[in-house]
């Protein structure tokens, strides 16, 4: 179907979306108006496109960056990595504390204007405390559908090496992410634990040895937001939630496949955490002060991130839910938080209750 015609549908489709509210387990979200046509729409552009029609809605890294840093008058600052990759940062590059924020999208979509936005939120809530700003840099990375898995880590890997080569210091770094950008920043934990091999049935080289191990101080904190910690969940929760997360089950599914046909099969648990061996997490402790992992009780994901958050705390940080934070919110859909951006729904009160959460623990991790 042609994209003008797709779209011809979306009035009608968010239409039914209001009148059917009242009936829908959304009523109970008591989400604004804003948020149900932000949803829905969402929603709609993933289910109704072909993944190559998704791409070209949502633009690339770049040239969305460039476009949003002119409309919010903030100058480009922009540290090359090589390989089509970068490091683009929100404001200045400020090195005395630092998030490194990994975007999600399936490893499939570019970075786009409303997670930039949540972002920007985060930044300018921690810099109204007081002290220095906060230097926020956001990873762009090649789409696994132009360099398979792992050039992504890779990627993430000399982001790491370059921020350290500035001066950024462990305990001042949180390295950050949502859904497949959360995967990402697991992914790099994981490979610190156990590093990834070549493969000769992918044709990848093993990827640098991680910038994590040997550090002086550990990372001052990891945060995970809806980590797509199962990429082709078909839990309860997948199929319980599919009718009204803002993403459909069945895009987190196909795109799921595509990006665990990627590694071997052998390896595929590192990215699916919940299948991989006992004790797979041990020793994470050494490498980080403290984790949070954040997630919404009406997302596809939602039983995954359970066991994975589970797994996680028990076999990396001795059970402590004080070291690793898990906040659930309540009738949240995947991403919760930044739909809120996308939504244009930024109205104190009206927002998820889950943000401010987010800022306070990122303050205690790097106070200003
Ligand atoms: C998605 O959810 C539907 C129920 O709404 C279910 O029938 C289907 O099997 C689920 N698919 C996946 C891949 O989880």
Not at 259 to 286: C, K, M, R
Not at 309 to 317: Q, R, S, Y
Request: with cysteine; proline share 6%; aromatic share 8%.
């Amino acid at each position: 179907m042609g994209l003008f015609l797709t779209f011809a549908q979306l009035p009608f489709v968010i239409i039914f979306s209001i009148l059917t509210l009242p009936f829908s387990t959304r009523n109970k979200n008591k989400k604004s108006l804003r948020r149900v046509i932000g949803d829905t729409t969402y929603r709609f552009v993933g289910q109704s496109l072909s993944v190559n029609e998704v791409q070209g809605f949502y633009g690339t890294t770049l040239k969305n960056y460039n476009t949003w840093v002119a409309q919010v008058k903030l100058p480009p600052v922009i540290d090359e990595l090589g390989g089509g990759s970068r490091l683009l940062w929100l404001g200045p590059k400020r090195t005395e504390r630092v998030i490194l924020w990994c975007h999600g999208g399936g490893l499939m979509l570019a970075l786009t204007d409303h997670q930039m936005a949540f972002m920007r939120y985060v930044q300018q809530k921690l810099e109204a405390r007081g002290g220095t700003g906060v230097g926020v840099a956001l990873l762009e990375y090649t789409l696994a559908s132009d360099q398979p898995l792992p050039t992504q880590l890779v990627q993430l890997i000399s982001a790491v090496k370059e921020l350290l080569a500035s001066g950024v210091q462990p305990q001042n770094l949180v390295l950050a992410g949502d859904s497949a950008g959360a995967l990402l920043i697991e992914l790099l934990l994981v490979h610190t634990l156990h590093p990834i091999p070549a493969s000769s049935e992918k044709g990848y080289d093993a990827p640098p040895p991680s910038p994590l191990t040997g550090l002086p101080n550990k990372l001052a904190g990891i945060y995970l937001m809806c980590p797509w910690i199962a990429v082709t969940g078909t839990t309860g929760s997948a199929v319980a939630n599919s009718a009204t997360d803002s993403v459909t089950n069945e895009s987190q599914y196909a795109m799921g496949r595509f990006v665990l046909g990627q590694l071997p099969e052998a390896e595929q648990h590192y990215i699916q955490a919940n299948t991989a061996p006992e004790e797979w997490f041990a020793g994470a402790d050494a490498l980080v002060e403290k984790v949070l992992v954040t997630s919404g009780d009406k997302e596809n994901l939602f039983e995954d991130i359970n066991v994975f958050v589970d797994k996680l705390t028990k076999e990396g940080f001795g059970g402590s839910s004080e070291r690793v934070k898990y906040i659930v919110q309540k009738d949240g859909v995947h991403d919760d938080p930044i739909q809120d951006f996308f939504a244009g729904e930024t109205r104190p009160g009206k927002m998820s209750y889950v943000t401010p959460m987010i800022v306070d623990w990122l303050a205690e991790r790097i106070p200003a």
